[in-house]
């Protein structure tokens, strides 16, 4: 549900009309407009910010921990047209375990950057078409930018130096 401020917002508007129970929260920050969706909406209105409403350009995807908070993540989307000039940010809120839909079909860079959050985050991307690690290496225990995660990582235990 959109506030009365941003109704007159043609592409917000339109994506409320069209995905009712994707909005589930709206941010205005640093004069830029943020969406927090139903984490089932992602695919569907990002395809259609993309082919309808001119977000060309997926620039960044990254996660937030909550820790420990409920839910414990939110994977950030940052989009951009460059036509408009215009930025959005989009954000899905994900339980740990949970996985959000992958949208590297709508913009090819999410690829990258959905293996780097889960790498780094442990959040998993259903369909993602090769979900592995990409800067950790592959045998590596854990997701160091979880703020659970040791600050000398699993691998040492000082401990045994006493």
């Given at each position: 549900?959109?506030?009365?401020?941003?109704k007159d917002?043609?592409t917000?508007?339109?994506?409320?009309t069209?995905?009712?129970?994707?909005?589930i929260?709206?941010?205005?920050?640093l004069n830029?407009?943020?969406?927090i969706?139903?984490?089932?909406?992602v695919v569907?209105v990002?395809?259609?910010?993309?082919?309808?409403?001119?977000?060309?350009r997926?620039?960044?995807?990254?996660a937030?921990?909550?820790w420990?908070?409920?839910p414990r993540f939110?994977v950030?989307y940052?989009?951009?047209?460059i036509?408009?000039n215009?930025?959005?940010?989009?954000?899905?809120?994900?339980?740990?375990?949970?996985?959000?839909?992958?949208?590297?079909?709508?913009?090819?860079?999410?690829?990258?950057?959905?293996?780097?959050?889960?790498d780094l985050f442990?959040?998993?991307?259903r369909?993602?078409?090769?979900?592995?690690?990409?800067?950790?290496?592959?045998?590596?225990?854990?997701?160091?930018l979880r703020?659970?995660?040791?600050?000398?990582?699993?691998?040492?235990?000082?401990?045994?130096e006493?």
């Amino acid at each position: 549900m959109l506030p009365d401020s941003l109704k007159d917002e043609p592409t917000l508007s339109l994506i409320d009309t069209r995905f009712p129970e994707a909005i589930i929260e709206v941010t205005q920050k640093l004069n830029e407009t943020g969406l927090i969706l139903n984490p089932a909406a992602v695919v569907g209105v990002a395809t259609a910010l993309k082919n309808e409403f001119g977000f060309e350009r997926l620039s960044s995807v990254t996660a937030v921990d909550w820790w420990p908070k409920k839910p414990r993540f939110e994977v950030v989307y940052h989009l951009h047209s460059i036509r408009n000039n215009r930025r959005l940010r989009l954000k899905l809120r994900v339980e740990e375990g949970e996985e959000a839909d992958s949208v590297t079909h709508i913009w090819t860079t999410a690829n990258w950057y959905e293996r780097e959050v889960f790498d780094l985050f442990g959040i998993s991307f259903r369909n993602h078409p090769n979900l592995e690690r990409i800067m950790m290496p592959a045998d590596w225990e854990g997701h160091p930018l979880r703020k659970d995660y040791p600050v000398h990582g699993y691998k040492y235990s000082y401990a045994e130096e006493a």
